[in-house]
């Protein structure tokens, strides 16, 4: 669990991330980069941006992937826009339909990014952890907000 003068500390440093940069792809990598740095849990950090029934990947920081594009309804994250709400996965090796990046990930937290005016889901946060159950509510809570950060960001990528 994550006390909440960590989480305020890793948000305002997530806002100066954001702020800081130049271009929107600028600004959301310095803010995965941003919560890689805080949160030793969090061993692979990227926004999915939505386009039509896919996620694709935009700014993330951590190993290389090859899932570049997921079809809504699948993995982790597919699923989060399917069911229209956030996940919370704690061991992802329970999963039948799970998209592996990493032989190393074992949790994963997907976090739907809305657009402000209208809560239509635009993308998401995605991290993977290494140990099992390496997430919970007080991560979903912060992501949660970093998510309301970065969603004009995301709205504005180009991928």
């Not at 806002?15 to 990598?29: D, G, K, L, T, Y």
């Not at 090859?66 to 919370?88: D, F, L, M, S, Y």
């Not at 809305?114 to 979903?140: K, L």
């Amino acid at each position: 669990m994550i006390s909440r003068a960590i989480t305020d500390s890793v948000f305002h440093a997530c806002e100066e991330a954001a702020s800081s940069s130049i271009s929107p792809v600028e600004a959301v990598h310095s803010v995965t980069s941003a919560l890689a740095a805080h949160l030793p849990t969090y061993k692979w950090v990227g926004v999915y941006v939505l386009k039509g029934s896919e996620l694709r990947l935009g700014p993330y920081v951590g190993d290389p992937t090859e899932h570049t594009a997921i079809p809504v309804g699948r993995g982790v994250c597919g699923t989060a826009v399917k069911e229209n709400r956030n996940q919370i996965i704690a061991d992802v090796r329970s999963l039948s339909n799970y998209l592996s990046c990493s032989a190393k990930t074992r949790s994963e937290i997907v976090v739907l990014i809305r657009e402000p005016q209208t809560g239509e889901v635009i993308g998401q946060i995605d991290v993977d952890g290494w140990e099992p159950g390496a997430f919970d509510r007080s991560d979903e809570m912060l992501l949660e907000r970093v998510a309301g950060l970065v969603a004009p960001l995301v709205s504005r990528l180009s991928l």
